[in-house]
């Protein structure tokens, strides 16, 4: 529960107490009290506050707000009462009736109150909801009486890309004013307070963005002078807000990364992080524990060998993380590896990691598969290991380096953000060169360790690493939301106990915790009669939606009522009145019958909307989807969701259920959906197109994006292991409020029973839930140990009995250290298992006793392995399935080999050519059988079957493998595979979601993971012989990505998400003969309006393929901010006559003036979109003098260009000829 | 600050008192209050309210004495010891009239409460403002036995916005510091004074603490020893009802409105606790038809513009 209304937090802040006056402040009782109403009639859209309340927020603010100095008032109490006193505030905002001068007085007095009480995201949340009371448009003179509040306002949300060009939007206007009114200085008259604080808000701002203490010291002296002079007393507002921001200048200086980061850090490390979206002018507390006296070496030197963080999500801990990385790699420290295990999570941590690595001309790896294609994975030379760093911008990459994350064209990246899979995948097949290259390794969401299926990937990793760095200078942080025993973490990896485990418990955003059950009206049942000789009587009952909202801990919980009953509870009685004694629901739902729980919930969801985004976590894909239709249901077309639901329309069908609901801004997420659909949700969730989200509570389909309200509708609540508890309970949670844009999350259970008064209870995790144990610690892999000590005592050859589960995975894990310490020269009969296996978390969580019995395991694998052949072993180790699979694969493998031969001695050369080709290598694994073993392996957890209907019993219809996989590759949508492949189903959605999991399970995972094992396998045979014959080896990665072709494939893995554009781009790029990476020159010279017409690329599209063609590496942004001016190549524009046209009149037709032609000498230009372009608009170059577009940043430079955009810095061109250079404007331009 | 009226131009207000004489040449130096004929009002005490009134009659010559008073210390205020100032008062005293370039370099100081005659604001910001400035040089000039002014917070630039009008501390011989939080109206309708002065109890009751806490934070940091120390200890003096804590409440009102007996009773009503030791004040300042005052002050305003 939140602490925000804590009895013992407002009686700190409330100071002694009530008293007997008449203006007395409520007690922190009535306070508690006061407060709960409100956020309760938020609920009920009833944002007016009382007026006590309102007082009492300004009594607690005038408390806080005295001059510390003073010590009139202890420093914690005027914390608290900042603290306090920002939440009235906040609440009040919502009431949209008050005048904009209140408003905005509301909204600075909370940001001050959130800023001081260190809770910042909610300072930034607050100017979210003001930002549209600013006025930017002259005369200046209509709101010089606001202007300081909006100056201040403005200042205290943090958001640097628009704070610049506001202040000197400002400041050019206040100068207007001095020329007309030819006064040097507007100080002494009714502008001079708030045009003080105006120079001083900027003067803070770069501070707090460049770090020049020079602009510190003007801005501390601009707001004194507003606060001490007599000339002020006119305005109360300019003072107050001086007053405050003075006293924030030293708190902020504190608090910002030019004071805390290391000294030896290079300037521009800290503008990734103050220019960088999202802008970070302050660290929060829980980065802050980086820098806080500890025992042990400092959390951010490379001294810091084993790190572990504990903190809430939603209190920056990405943030942190890339703190760390910046600082490691400012230090010259080598490549990074950030390992999320979620798809979604890795797509939010490259997206704001990216932004801080491109200020400081740093690269962040693709996203690539999680089984690579079984080429030299991380095998490079000596010289590509030693790129890392360095700029090497237009070295062409071959596809096997690519893929392998070797290199992106210009060397190879700093950071790279992988699944545990794929980690271990390198690991497996080049351990050693994975050390090498890359020196420290991020865990995010580290309590994956105690996840079932996944755990001991993560764990066998991670131990591996930490055995192996022992000695170096490889660092290991892990980074989690719910450790429950962080302390034996820290120790597992730390045993020298160097360090101590971060823990904070701080949150921006508040939480609210609610229950929503139903009640059945029992005095308004209406009777009717069914036939039926038992129970002939049927009444139903009106169920009313009932809210209970527990304000703070050990509060008592409020209940409302929803106005309209949200279903009905049909109940069946005998003649004489004895009731049934189970609840009429099922697929029969409605009048007569039961409302089934989904559509009761999903009404209650409804109303939730008004707020911001609501993600609801169902049990099943099926409760998600039909969940979001029911939402949809209920509201009208929402113009806001036509682009993705055109998108949906696009890639999944106009019938698919997923186009229909999001027209209504309400979407499902689970993974029956393609990959670069869930994306494309997911976006449109974070930039606020959709309101709704329905999704499953598995994490590794979850969303991982943060929501305005999480609503748990698992109906699982009452069975003895709830879905939704320990680790995947608090990170569902965590979702709950959006840190920066609103202050406050809901968190909402539903409970499909009567309400109990230990509801709440279910909402909060025992310590012991979040405990993480290891995978090999639970009875269930002690059951199997003790089932692999019976065969062994049956004299059974072990290792290869097991080809699943935690046995299996253990022999996989030995066999690997095995074969990757025999890579090292070390024989298998010397490696120092016991050594290696202390090293697990299983061996630092188990008695001696288990460990002796999983030690003999490992010896048993040991003389496996030793007794195995000693290059087919090491082949073994290199699949990632089980031992015994492996093994199976080998043999499957020589058995392909045997047949290849015999082919290649009957057709010759030219067999070897269609073997090459994929089609022809597809046939061949198809006809020989080989695919249909493959989908029979115990590691594919999902038969390949297809039904007629949901029904577990329905009809099957029988699906090639080999045809779906061709229509897959040669980039056929996902609609038309299911119209081809299963017309046999007559429900739309059916086909296609079936479809959709043979692509996600089988092609995209499992096909392309074991195919690849399998090509590899028979390839290495084959290369051992004479034969020159090979199967496709681009295969397993055309599946993996649905594509037929190398360029296709380029453009897959390097941040193009669609496959209908890569394989559109692909024919015209093959059709013109080019290659390799010359394909990024080709797309980057054309514009992008040819981009869009030639591919019919949607927005988002054209957005991947802006980044496409970026040029690696480019260090235009850096160059600026290092050096203060930075020069771009752009393409002159000459107009088609000489006259002066309106900018907005220059479309798409005027591309064709656009040619390299030289204007005048030089022009002072401005830079920005061209205004009234679709998304993305061309960038422009404007004439100062006459405003005219006069030149266009290419392709090739667009995202470098855009980059300095985004960061707000305000320039200055001069365009010559074609080169375009900028100057950092200085603060007097 | 705001009394809902529609938007008038110059012409409805430009009263009977033009063309205007040149005060600045007949200013004997009299106190405002002296010209206002400032006195105890009917039923002041200090057990409930201690009130003045202040009374000029419609044609009095002093009506413009005072209004040209109030002109020139908004004008002052609002433009400071700039040459833009220097510029309006010699326009003024000189007779003569603001060239065009002249006028651009005033107008920007008329904004919000004066505008120009081409664009005049409405008459209920003027109005507002004008009670501001007659509160804050009557404050400031005033005596009070047994008490010295230490500060008077006020008047605001601009008046479109409700309250925290003006703030006034007291020290007494004893060395005590007292304040005085005044709610400022103007009242120029038909209804009976008391509207206006149950309208302001009303700001006050919802408002006080927010003024206060705006003050404190200001006032905590501006001045050193026991005065910034006593502006750190408003809000507490306030809501724990300590003595040196009161409340009061001027109206600027037409002469014909000058209450003749006791007043502010809802004031008593509403800060009974305050209601002894002359903590709860009031003060009425009736001037001639204050619609027409108003009018007549800004008019010397915009002397320069139109001469």
Redesign the interface.
Known sequence: MDRALNLGRLTEALGEGANASPRRLPSPEELQDLLADAEMRLFLRQPEIPVDLIRTGWYLHGVASVNTALELYSYPRQRRAFEISAHIFDLALNDETRSRRERLSLAFGSQVGYRRAELDPNATAMFAIVESQLIREPPIEAHADSLALEAGVALLGFQTSTLFDLYRTWLRQLRAVERQTRLDDLWGTLFGPAQRVVVGCLALLNYLAFGTGENLRRARDSFEEVVVSEFAVGDLDARWVAAHLLDFTGEAEAGSVWQLLPPDIPNVARQAFTLASPPVLTLWPPQRLLFSPRAGPQPLSNEARRVVLNIPTSSGKTLLAQLMIVVHLAQGGGGVCYVAPMRSLGREVRGTLRNRLRVLARELGEELPDFGPQVQLLGGTDSDVSTLGQSQAGADASLSQLLGGLTQAGGLPDVEVMTPERLAHLLRRDSETVLQRYQMFVFDEAHFLAERGRGFTLESILSFLHWRTLETSHRIVLLSAAIGNEGQIMSWLDPAGEGAPLRSEWRGPRRLHAVFTTRPEWEAGSRSRVQSQDWPVRISYPLRGVIRLRPAEGAMPRTLSLSDPVGQLALRYNEQGVLRRTRTQGPKDGPPHSTQQYKMTARMVAALGAFGSVLVVTSTRRIAQDMARELASLFDDNPRASSPADMAIQRLGAAHPLSSVLKKGVAFHHAALPVDVLEELEEALREGTLRFMTCTSTLTEGVNLPVRTVVLAETKWDEAEAMLSGARLVNAMGRAGRAGKESEGWIVLVRAAEERHDDFALMTPAHEELEIRSRLATDEALDALAEFEEVVRRGEDATFAFAAGAISEFLSFVWFLLSSEEDRGVSPDEVDLTGALDSTLAFVQADEQTRTRWRLVGETARSSYIGADPQRRRHWAHSGTSIATARRLDNLAAALVQRILEQFEAEGEGFAGTLADSNGALSLLSVSGALTTLLSLPENERPWRFRQTRAGQSAEISVNPEELLRGWVRGESIPDLAEAFLAAVTEQDWRVEQVVDAVAQHFEHFLAWTLGVLVELVNGRLAQGQTPARLCEELPTYIRYGVDSELGLRLLVSGVRSRRLAHAIATDAAAEHIEGDSLRQWLGAMEIAELRRRFSASSSELLDLLEFTRTPRASVLRDLLEQGRAEVAVHPVVAATPDVRDVDQIGEEDQTTVRPTVTEATTLADLRPVPGEELPPRLGVFSIETEQLIALVPTSVYGEVQSILDTGVPTTGTLREDRLELVLASETD | MTEEHPATGPEAVTGPEAPLDQPWNDDDGRALATLVALEEGPGSSNQTCTWFLGRLDVGQPDVRLAAWRIARASMR????????YQLWERSITSGSRLSDAER???D??L??VFGTPESPVPVDHLEGHVAEILWHLLTKESVRDGHTLRNA??????V??TG?DGLAIWQTDGGDLVFRLWEIKKDTGARHISRTISRACRQL??????Y???????G???HGGEL??F??????L????NSASGVAISIATSRSKAPVRRSFGTLVST???KARDGRLEGLVVAIADFREFAALVRNFVWTGHST
């Open positions: 205020h609002r433009c400071g010891e700039t040459s833009a651009r370099r005033v920007p100081f904004t919000s917070e006020g008047p605001s630039f601009s479109t916005e925290g009751e919802r408002r006080s603490e927010e206060l806490a705006k003050y404190a934070s200001v905590s940091r501006q910034g120390s502006y750190g200890k408003l809000l507490d306030w809501v724990e009802d800060f009974p606790e």
